[in-house]
Each structure stands twice: as structure tokens, then as C-alpha cells.
């Protein structure tokens, strides 16, 4: 599953009866995604992996005469 809320996208994989080491999951967002602040966990069978969002630039207006 893949969740989103303000500030990350959040995945989760349930995986009951599966060790750490047995799971491989690749993850293709197509926002901009804090790397080196991303983070899993892997908790009873269910690997959690947030993806903090990054920064963007706040937009401008252009005044065209």
C-alpha cells in the first residue's frame, strides 16, 4: 500500500511468515522525495517505509506586458 499525508508518502508491504532478508521492495514515486531522510522499519511481518517529501521552491508570477 502506498499512503501519502503532508509531509511523506508512507509504504507498506504486509508480509506475514517472511524474514527482513526476504523482502526486496523498490519504490518509484513520482514527487521529490527526501533520500537521505527516508526510513523502514520492519515490524511482525509488515516492512514500513516512510519517504519524507522535499522541499519545493515556492512558485513566482511573471507580469507579461
Do not use: C, M, Y
Amino acid at each position: 500500500d502506498v499512503n501519502e499525508d503532508q509531509n511523506a508518502f508512507i509504504v507498506t508491504a504486509d508480509r506475514p511468515g517472511f524474514e527482513q532478508e526476504d523482502i526486496n521492495i523498490t519504490v518509484r514515486i513520482p514527487r521529490t522525495v527526501e533520500v537521505g531522510a527516508a526510513s523502514a522499519e520492519f515490524n511482525t511481518g509488515v516492512r514500513t517505509i516512510r519517504l519524507p517529501k522535499a522541499e519545493t521552491a515556492p512558485g513566482h508570477t511573471i507580469d507579461i506586458a
